[in-house]
């Protein structure tokens, strides 16, 4: 019956049309050697905004403060924190001397919190290249400032890097790290083949001109999130960006533990993404909608088609499975990340429906407020 048959030519059709994305984007991403495009080592200023942060900072920095680069400095802005932060950064200041402490007791109601003290970060920093991370963020290699300063040449002005989380037990971390690998799988293959759409603040570089320049945040400002991806879609471009992947230039933060916390961060970056050039929206919305359209053809399949058909259908299925893990796992070794998606299908099904429910709940909620 030819609306039996539908379902497998369907099947077979999105496949063909991923496995031309997985050629063109990803195989080119996985053969990437950050190495083979690195320049001279330049003058760093790290800023990361804090916001009672004490515990993180106290963990944390002392790893961006020991880093092996010749000239850089550590600017903590402490985003009106009433725990001990403050104090223990003046502390900190006496033994590192490369340490600039910038306090901000009030923020202007015209802008959001963080976007306001990231501005003050970067127009206190004495360095043109500006390396972003956040204070919650865990730096293991003593070069991670090395890497990311020397992928700058003269014509970069951004430079994209990989922020990965810590592992926890539970599904939900499973789901956190699938997401995580996902993301930087698209953004920064994106970013390497064609034209970047966004880059991740917890490790994300660019130059102080630039953002004089482009007036900082103007014309989102006073939008909750966006101070990353959003200002790297609006000013990004194939000849202006470059990656950087290695097991010395990424990062680590700390996951959700609960699924409210997980809910809210997921909204807010949901919110953030209907300001996406529309190209990119595109982009993004036709992977989502090729990989449900996939399993919904594959399920009815199941259901609809002959003995023949549900076994070559399950043999396409079974190759596009491992073909994501052996990336996945591949991606994972560059950043000498030890990351092992067993649950994939599981995980990419539920994936699919969960962010399709929260993509409708950010378009629709309120403005929501960092920290």
Not at 89 to 114: C, G, M, S
Not at 206 to 227: A, C, E, I, P
Request: proline share 2%; aromatic share 14%.
């Amino acid at each position: 019956m030819p609306q039996i048959h539908f379902t497998f030519y369907l099947l077979s059709t999105l496949l063909i049309i991923q496995l031309y994305f997985f050629l063109r984007y990803i195989i080119k991403l996985l053969n990437y050697n950050s190495s083979d495009e690195t320049s001279d080592l330049h003058p760093t200023s790290v800023v990361i905004c804090a916001h009672n942060e004490f515990d993180n900072l106290q963990n944390h920095l002392p790893s961006i403060l020991t880093q092996q680069h010749a000239n850089y400095e550590v600017i903590v802005v402490d985003d009106r924190s009433h725990d001990q932060s403050y104090d223990w950064l003046l502390e900190q200041k006496k033994a590192y001397p490369h340490l600039k402490v910038i306090r901000i007791d009030e923020v202007p109601n015209h802008i959001n919190n963080k976007k306001y003290a990231l501005t003050i970060g970067i127009k206190a920093a004495k360095n043109e290249f500006i390396l972003l991370t956040d204070a919650d963020c865990e730096v293991k290699s003593k070069l991670w400032v090395d890497r990311m300063s020397q992928s700058f040449n003269q014509s970069t002005d951004f430079v994209l890097g990989a922020s990965l989380y810590q592992k926890r037990k539970g599904f939900l971390n499973q789901l956190i790290q699938f997401e995580t690998y996902k993301t930087a799988m698209l953004y920064l293959s994106k970013a390497l083949v064609s034209k970047p759409y966004m880059g991740v603040g917890r490790n994300l570089a660019y130059r102080k001109s630039l953002f004089l320049r482009q007036k900082g945040f103007h014309g989102y400002q006073s939008l909750t999130g966006g101070d990353d991806d959003l200002f790297v879609n609006k000013h990004a471009n194939n000849k202006n960006t470059r990656i950087s992947i290695s097991s010395e230039s990424v990062t680590y933060s700390i996951p959700k533990t609960n699924w409210s916390a997980y809910n809210l961060q997921k909204k807010r970056h949901y919110s953030v993404g209907k300001y996406y050039h529309r190209s990119d929206k595109l982009f993004l919305a036709s992977i989502q909608l090729s990989t449900g359209l996939i399993y919904l053809s594959y399920i009815l399949g199941l259901i609809f088609l002959s003995r023949n058909f549900i076994l070559i259908s399950s043999s396409l299925m079974l190759v596009r499975w491992v073909g994501q893990y052996v990336a996945y796992l591949k991606l994972s070794i560059k950043f000498g990340d030890k990351y092992q998606p067993w649950l994939l299908p599981v995980i990419e099904i539920f994936e699919l429906f969960y962010y399709f429910v929260i993509g409708l709940r950010a378009i629709r909620s309120k403005r929501i407020r960092w920290k």
